[in-house]
C-alpha cells in the first residue's frame, strides 16, 4: 500500500475509508485464498476416498461370493463318494449339489469330470469332455466360460494324485446387483488384465477394449483421471485376489466436482460479502473518526477566531483525540483566562497611567512640602532615639521570655517521644495478647472436638447400657452424666469462644485506637519541634532587632547631617516628576492599544 496517499488532498474520511478497506480487504483475501485452496483439496480428497470406498465395496462383496463358491467345491472334493469319482455313487448326492445351487444364485452348474476331463457327473446333465485349459493340477483355476460364465474348477485327490475335477460355472450375473447398489452417478466395470470388459449394465459395452487398462491392471489398485471416450473420467481400480479380473469404478469429473463448483461459487459470494462489509465498516469507522476531528477542526477555528465563549468539545473517548479534545478545550480555557487577567491588567495599567500622572503632577507640590517638612524632622529624630531606648529594653524582656518558651518547648517534645514508647509497648503487648487469643481459639478446638467425641461415646455407651437392660442401668446413669458433662462443656466452650472472639475485636479496636494515638503524638511532636524552632528564630530576630535599633539610632543622628543633601535631591525630584508626567501620557496611549486587541477576543 502506498503509504503517500496520506499526503494527497483527499478529504479525510476518504483516506481513512481506503486505508481501512484496504487493511481489512487484502487478509481476507488472503485467508479466503487458503480456505478455499484448504476446502476444495479436503473436497477432492473426499471425493477420490469416496470412489475409492466404492470400488472397494464392490471388490469385497465379488471376493466374498466367490470365497463362498471355492469353499464350497474345496468341501465337495473331500466327500468320499466324490473322491471314489464313481458315477453311480456320486449321482447320490445329486439333491445335495441342486440345494446348493438354488442357495447360491451365483452357481450356475456344478460338475465333476474324471482325471481325462471327460464329465461324470452335471447338475445340467450334460456330457462330454471339457478342454483342458479350465483345469489345473496343482490347485484352483478361474478360466472365462463366455461373457458372463466362468469356470472354477479344484482337482480331486487320492493319496496325493490326481483322480479328477470338480468345478462350478459361476454366473457372474450376480455381480450386476452389486453394481446396480453402488455408484448410481458413474459406471462400473468388471474387467481382465488384457483390458477386456467382461461385465456392464450396459452390455453393449462388453468386450469392448480399453487399452488404458492394460497399465492400470498390472497394479494392485490405483486412483487417477484417464480420458474415455473424450470425457474426463475419476477412476479407482481395484484388484480381486486370486483372479485375473479386476473392478473399475469411475465417474464423470464434472458430475465428481459438483461440489467443488459448489464450494468456489460459495467461497465467491463470501468473499464479495465479506469484501461489502469491509467497505461498509471502513465508511462507518472514517465517517466516525472524521466527524470528531472535524469538530475538533471547527473548534480550533472559533478559538483562532478569537470567540473563547464557543461550547466545550464533548470528550467520547480516552483515545488520542479524546487526549486532543481535552487538550484544546484546556487551551481554551487557559486563553480565557489570560485573556480576561490580562485584560484586568490594562484596566489596572489604565488607571495606574492616570494616577502617575496625578501623582507627577503632585511630585512637586509634595516636594515643596518636604522642603518645609524638614525642619520638623530634626525634632523627630531626637524622638526617634528616645523611642529606640524604650525599644531596646522591651527587645531583651522579650527575648528572656522566648528563652523561657523554647525551654517549654524542648520540655514538651521530650514527654510526647515518652508517650510515644509507651504507645508502642502497648501496641506490642495487644499483639501478643491476640497471640494468646488464638492460641486459646485452637485449644477450644480440641476441647469442642474431646466433647463431640465424648458425647459421642455417651450416646453410644447409652445405646449398650439399654441393650443390657437392668444390667445396665448403672453404666446408662454414668452414660448420660458424661453426656450433660460433654455438653456443658461444648456450651462452656462455646461462651469462651464468644469471649475470645470479643476479646481480640477489642484489642484490634485497641490497635487502631493507638495507631491513631501514636499518629497524633508523632504529628505534636513535630508540631512542638518546629515551635521551639519558631521560638530560637524568634530570638534570632530579636537579637537581629536590638542591633537595627541601636543602628538606627547612629542612622538618626546621620540624617541631620544628611538633610542639606535632601534639598538638593528635591530639585531633582521635580525634574523627574516632570519626565513621570511624559511617560504615564506615554502608558496610557499603550494601554488604549493593548485594550484594543483584547476586544478582539470574545470572553
Known sequence: MDLNIMKTNMKLWKKLSLVIGISIVIPVLIASYFFTTNSLDNTRGNIYKKNENIAQNVKAR????????????????????????NPNAIAWQDGMFKNIISNYQSIDEIFITNQKY????????????????????????????NNQITILTYPIRQEEKVVGYVGAKVNLAFIKSIFKNVNQNGENYLISTQGDILLHLNE??????????????????QTKEIEI??????????????????????????????NIRKTQIFSIIIIISVIILAVVISLLLSNYISERILKVVDF???LAKGNLNTDSITQE????????????????????NIVSDLYAQIEELSHHSQDLSVVSQESGHIVENTRKNLESLYSGIEEVSSNNEEVTALAQETNSKTQVGEANINRTISKMEEINKSVIRSQSKINNLNDISGEISNILEIINSIAKQTNL?????????????????GFAVVAQEIRSLAEDTTGATEKIEDLVEETYKQSKNSLEAIDEVKSKTEIGRKEAKE???IFVEISNSIEETSVNIQHSSEVSQDLVYESEEIKETSKKVDQISEKMESSASDLAIMAEKLEKTINNFDF
Request: aromatic share 6%; net charge positive.
Open 62 to 85: 465379488i471376493e466374498t461370493t466367490l470365497n463362498g463358491v471355492e469353499t464350497i467345491l474345496k468341501t465337495i472334493r473331500n466327500i468320499d463318494t466324490v473322491k471314489s469319482v
Open 118 to 145: 471327460k464329465l461324470i457327473y452335471s447338475t445340467l446333465e450334460n456330457k462330454g469332455r471339457l478342454e483342458n485349459k479350465y483345469f489345473n493340477n496343482s490347485g484352483k483355476k478361474y478360466n472365462k466360460f
Open 204 to 221: 453393449e459395452k462388453i468386450d469392448i477394449k480399453y487399452p488404458i487398462f492394460t497399465k492400470v491392471n498390472n497394479k494392485q489398485e
Open 229 to 258: 471416450d473424450g470425457t474426463t473420467e475419476l477412476v479407482n481400480y481395484k484388484k480381486i485376489n486370486n483372479t485375473r479380473w479386476g473392478v473399475a469404478v469411475h465417474l464423470p469429473t464434472k458430475v465428481a466436482y459438483k
Open 300 to 302: 480550533a477555528k472559533e
Open 317 to 336: 473517548s480516552d483515545d488520542e483525540i479524546g487526549e486532543l479534545e481535552s487538550s484544546l478545550n484546556k487551551m481554551k480555557q487557559d486563553l480565557k
Open 457 to 473: 461415646l455417651a450416646l453410644n455407651a447409652s445405646i449398650e447400657a439399654a441393650k443390657a437392660r437392668e444390667a445396665g442401668q
Open 531 to 533: 515551635t521551639g524552632e
